[in-house]
């Protein structure tokens, strides 16, 4: 079966417009390859039948993440690229670790974006576990998303085979994993339990955002996946990375990727002969605009001169009671504080803010966020039933309420609360703005809705 030259025309401009994605003419064959199989494991007839069919589905059908996939598929294994991971475990790392120590602060958020099989996070939760030899000490928070559920779901088993050791030495998989049967490798529990599986779509989810746990972080890599967007995907994409990073954090790409024009605002550095992309490191006042005082209630309060920045920790507030003008400005204080990283600053502010302001539901939903950067499950869970009893008609709440409980291992819970979301996301119009957020798109949260509740294999 062979697409005609209309056909392949059609197939290349759905993908770019449902997907983001670009294929230059080296890369027509990957097209074809995948329309056909597609075709043909969908039983509709032919390509043009097929790609009619595509054109009628959403774009978080499962067949449109499938197709992705099959379209973007990488080679992946463990400690890829030896020299970034050298960069990594030498010196960026230890170096941030220090830091931490000093500041009595001991919490670390890694990204592996676009992550794949696994193979990917679980090398840097190994890498951590070599260098934090107090690591139950730690908050340590190592997300892997992708966009395919079936990737994610072998993330999850932690079992791999021979060919996801090529890269030698190979020391840590005799330390790491038990030899099983049928030639298969597994990943020690305790290992895989360092690592949050998510759905994602790069292209067009919600990121940075503490709805999606993809805020505050210090190390993101998104390696070989930039490469297949369009430009302007790519642009988008690159911006919104670089927003995820607390200042001073690090990006990592692949050289191909690695252009002053799509991260101009980051500062190309090199470590062990690795590229990174870095925020501008903390200065010695790293929030100028802010100058806090205490008034005589308790509150924070910004001086009379200070500017209020927006900021993209994705919680806005819209009370629902009537809240003293001194508790918002606290709360959009814990909000830019968040975003950039000072994770127990702003959960101070926020629980002075409800010790006063206790009916306020966008606060409960802010300080959830908090807790869950901060690693506090519990305290996340308690915020966001608090929020629920007070709107329990807030998709937002239901929605993170269903992402924790699926970090927890609550299936149950996960599914009843994002079907919850996605009922009331549901209502809305594509292009209206969720309540409770910075501008997410109903649309945007109601397709990653679904994705978590894909059904697991």
Known sequence: MRLSAEAHASARSLIEERLGLHFPETRHGDVERCIVSGCRSASVGGPEEYLAWLASLPDDSREWRRLASRL?????????????????????????????????????????????????????????????????????????????????????????REWSFREPPLAFRDRYFTRRAGGFFELDPAIRKMVTCAPLNLAGGVYPSPITNTSAMDVILCRNVLMYFTPAVQKTAAARLAQALVPGGW???????????????????????????????????????????????????????????????????????????EAVASLQRARSLA??????????????????????????????????????????????????????????????????????????????????????LGRLARDEVVPGTDGVMAGRLLDTARLHLEPRR
């Open 72 to 160: 973007t598929v990488g080679e992946t294994y463990f400690f890829r690229d030896p020299s970034c991971f050298e960069a990594l475990e030498r010196e960026i790392l230890p170096a941030l670790i220090a830091a931490r120590r000093s500041q009595e602060n001991r919490r670390l958020r890694l990204w592996s974006a676009a992550c794949a099989t696994g193979e990917e996070p679980y090398s840097l939760a190994i890498m951590l576990d070599r260098l934090l030899p107090d690591r139950s000490d730690w908050v340590v928070t190592i997300l892997a998303t992708d966009i395919d559920q079936e990737a994610l779901d072998t993330t999850q088993r932690g079992l791999y």
């Open 251 to 325: 990006l990592a790409v692949s050289p191909v990727e690695a252009s002053a024009e799509l991260f101009g605002p980051l500062t190309r550095t090199s470590r062990s002969a690795a590229i990174f992309q870095r925020t501008d490191a903390p200065a010695a006042a790293a929030l100028p605009n802010w100058q806090v005082e205490m008034d005589l209630a308790g509150y924070p309060r910004p001086s009379a001169n200070a500017e209020i920045a927006p900021v993209p920790f994705t919680v806005s507030f819209a009370p629902r009671i009537a809240v003293v003008p």
């Open 339 to 424: 975003d950039q990283g000072d994770l127990g600053t702003a959960r101070s502010l926020c629980e002075a803010v409800l010790a006063r302001e206790r009916l306020d539901p966008d606060a409960h939903l802010l300080l959830a966020g908090i807790c869950q950067e901060l690693g506090d499950m519990e305290g996340a869970l308690d915020a966001l039933r608090r929020a629920i009893y007070l709107a329990p008609d807030s998709p937002l709440a239901h929605f993170l309420a269903g992402s924790l409980r699926f970090r927890q291992g609550d299936e149950r819970g996960g599914k009843r609360a994002m079907t919850t979301a996605a009922h009331l």
